[in-house]
């Protein structure tokens, strides 16, 4: 299926979704008549049960008249012997119990004799037959709605398993980003594979670091921040309308989102705790709570950032004592604990000595075997050292694009020559 027939079936789709949309106001309209016919019917029935037992109403009445008679006579005596209070406030509170009673049976009583039996029967034996015909055409209509999510959900699972981006970890198309009324981004298209380390380069003020911080909405925390244009995660959530293109009634959260899409700082940036408690936050806030759960997660994070043998001996050592480099692996490793698809990483080795600046690289080559890894990086050595392929950004555009030794090798564009033959940058 290529993307013209997606586009049809994708219209094709919105339009099953108004007919289901219509076809639920019509089942919902049915089931509130249906409802009110059968409430009709309650009433009705109560009524009539009410005529039939009006002689025992009655009776009851009588009993309830000489039990506030006789307790009235109580007071009195009670008033005479000078009785304690409490005792006669007993009477009262029970006359008062008693007289609500009487009122409730007096109002059965009144509505009894005010009903015309013969015409209540008619009525509810009308009503019998409306509820009847209106059980038919609820389940009508219901039927109509679940052939219509049916049509709705072979068209979802076609449109999905033809889904061309599957492949992608981000498709962005048209994106133009703005800090107020000054733009960042000039009409950015790119795709970004699935397990692949892509690098994003270019000179100081280029937007690499804009670009990445769109991809996981971290960006949006700037008041002036504005971003238009589509962002796909996994070729099918568009992230800023929070829903799958595919299936709009399928929802993305930011959370859900940040879950997905972590990010590694160009400072190490470790919380004032235990290590174990950096690992463990994230998992703990999003509703982990198993202590077993939490120990294997730790170990298993730590071994994926090649921290684990380092610091095993002192898990409760805190995050911020480790070195530059440990400091690093440790937000690497409390990003993976939140099990994501993608890291993002900005200049994640800048603040680094060489030797650990090269532990990194390492473990970045290791972890694009499980992730997508989106590094901005100003050493145009490390893009070509650790990146499948290479963006070449300047001053808001995406200039280039492509495999990384397409970009070093053989550069189709001047400026791409340009900046990586050192002319500017």
């Not at 009477?91 to 013969?118: C, G, P, V």
């Not at 994106?175 to 009324?181: C, D, R, S």
Request: aromatic residues 6%.
């Amino acid at each position: 299926m290529n993307k013209e027939q997606i586009k049809n079936q994708s219209k094709q789709r919105n339009e099953i979704i108004k007919r289901l949309k219509k076809a639920e106001v019509n089942a919902n309209s049915a089931s509130l008549k249906l409802f009110d016919i059968q409430n009709k019917r309650k009433d009705m029935k109560k009524t009539i049960s009410l005529v039939m037992d009006q002689s025992s109403l009655e009776k009851k009445e009588k009993s309830i008249e000489k039990k506030i008679s006789t307790l009235e006579s109580k007071i009195t005596k009670a008033k005479e012997k000078n009785s304690t209070k409490e005792e006669i406030h007993s009477y009262k509170i029970e006359i008062s119990m008693l007289s609500n009673d009487l009122k409730k049976i007096r109002n059965k009583i009144t509505r009894a004799k005010k009903a015309n039996i013969e015409k209540l029967e008619n009525k509810l034996a009308k009503l019998k037959e409306t509820e009847k015909a209106y059980s038919k055409i609820k389940k009508e209509k219901v039927s109509v709605v679940d052939e219509i999510l049916r049509e709705l959900n072979v068209i979802d699972k076609d449109l999905e398993n033809h889904n061309i981006d599957s492949d992608k970890s981000f498709v962005i198309k048209d994106l133009n980003v703005y800090y107020g009324k000054k733009q960042a981004l000039f009409n950015i298209n790119l795709d970004l594979p699935k397990n692949s380390v892509i690098a994003l380069i270019g000179p100081s003020g280029c937007g690499k670091s804009t670009l990445l911080r769109t991809l996981n909405r971290i960006n949006d925390e700037v008041p002036i921040f504005r971003a238009e244009g589509q962002i796909l995660l996994d070729g099918k959530y568009d992230i800023y309308k929070q829903q799958n293109i595919y299936n709009p009634l399928e929802k993305i959260s930011i959370t859900e989102l940040r879950t997905k899409v972590g990010m590694i700082f160009q400072q190490p940036n470790p919380f004032p705790m235990s290590i174990r408690k950096n690992i463990t936050y994230g998992p703990r806030i999003n509703g982990v709570k198993s202590e077993p759960i939490l120990d294997r997660l730790v170990v298993k994070s730590l071994k994926q950032a090649a921290l684990y043998e380092d610091v095993k001996s002192n898990l409760n050592a805190m995050g911020t004592a480790l070195s530059g480099g440990q400091q690093q692996r440790l937000c690497i490793a409390r990003a993976i604990a939140n099990k994501p698809e993608i890291l993002l990483m900005d200049e994640p080795t800048s603040a680094l000595d060489p030797i650990a600046a090269a532990q990194i690289e390492e473990l970045i080559l290791e972890l694009k075997k499980k992730y997508t890894i989106i590094i901005v990086t100003h050493s145009m050595q490390q893009a070509q050292r650790v990146s499948d392929y290479t963006a070449f950004m300047y001053k808001g555009d995406l200039i280039e694009y492509g495999t990384t030794k397409q970009i070093f090798n053989k550069p189709k564009k001047k400026e791409t020559k340009e900046y990586l033959s050192g002319k500017f940058g």
